[in-house]
């Protein structure tokens, strides 16, 4: 399995990796120097191991879906989600399940006011139950009851959303560390609609709010105020099939309406997580390959005792300066022990997104 992470290190320094087969890491980091974006993939090849990088973060833990893709020679293939939980509002905090995806920049769960079967099959945020919460426009400013508000039209792949924008308090079911994809990929284009006609509450249950009571296994940390969108309405396929709630994404802050909407410029700033200042925009996915372990993902740094033995971090340069999503130079591709055409002429690139479960190439 590849693992991969991602930062900006010093501006005159600018390096990111392949790797070797490893269990699957994926410590990004993310920090600005002169636009230069470089992605790490974890080796296996080196001697030296590097320090532990935690002090200050927080873990969040995720469970897995999968689901049958195809059956090829009696062969199942399967897809995979991994997911975390996030807590909005007080004083009695609504609890929502969400892929932590690369591929987009806000964070979306169902509302109250979306009435469809497939919202009702997650648990929908109420708006009106938190103290804290309040509706916005685009741009941060509070809904003035009597107009309009704005709307955006989010798509992710295959599926598509329309949601309305909220502020509230938002905390990540994670553990702080001490001082010391689906194949339905998630990637996000959107536009907004100003002024749209407001969607109304109901009184209606989700199948789910009978779950809402239920305690996590998780500690409750990593706190902020930001804004998020609420689904007032989502496609069937692919949120009905889906056991998580709604989406976290983690992409570049070009994805977002604006960095207050994104967690990866707003997490560190805001409180969430508390590291040095190398360490502010650096998170590490690391996904399980069995049960015997848990897959989880680190804000704030990265976890040495999910790398191989003797592994170390190297370095290669993203392909993009300004970019709106995390972008690699693919040199080749191989299949079955033959090199494929496709990169021969340089110009090869590949998105990473922690919402595809499969690596996606040309066909024909």
Known sequence: KLSWAQTTQNWNSSSLPLSAPLPSLLPMYMSRCQWKYCWTIISAVAA????????????????????????????????????????????EPQRFKVV???????????????????????????????????????????????????QLTVSFGTGEIVGVFVHDGVCLAGKVARQGA??????????????????????????????????????????LGMRFLTAVSMSDYPYSLFSFDGIFGLGPHLLSQAKEFNLVE??????????????TKMFGVFLAVSN??????????????????????????????????????????????????????????ALVDTGMSLLGIPSG
């Not at 305690?215 to 409750?220: A, T, Y």
């Not at 805001?270 to 190398?278: L, M, N, S």
Request: proline fraction near 4%.
């Open 292 to 349: 015997k372990e848990d897959s989880e993902i680190t804000f704030g740094g990265y976890k040495t005792e999910h790398m191989a033995e003797g592994a170390h971090l190297i370095w290669n340069p993203g392909a993009e300066s300004e970019q709106e999503h995390w972008i690699l130079k693919i040199k080749s591709i191989t299949a079955g022990g033959v090199r494929l055409p496709y990169c021969d002429d340089g110009t090869c690139r």
């Open 266 to 279: 707003s997490g560190a700033p805001g409180g969430a997580w508390q590291v040095d200042h190398e360490r």
């Open 48 to 91: 030296a191991g590097t320090a532990d990088s935690t002090g200050g973060s927080l873990t969040v833990k995720m469970k897995k879906q999968t689901f049958p893709l195809q059956n090829d020679g009696g062969v199942v293939h399967h897809k995979s989600a991994y997911y975390g939980e996030v807590l909005i509002g007080s004083p």
């Open 100 to 150: 932590f995806d690369t591929g987009s920049g806000h964070l979306v769960v169902p509302s109250i006011m979306c009435k469809t079967d497939t919202c009702k099959r997650h648990r929908r945020f109420k708006r009106r139950n938190s103290l804290t919460a309040f509706d916005i426009d685009v741009d941060g400013s509070q809904v003035n009851p009597r107009n309009g508000r704005d």
């Open 182 to 223: 689906l194949a339905n990929s998630m990637l996000q284009t959107g536009h907004v609609v100003a002024g749209a006609e407001p969607p109304t509450e109901d009184d209606g249950e989700s199948v789910s709010d009978e779950e809402e009571g239920q305690k996590s296994d998780q500690d409750i940390g990593g706190c």
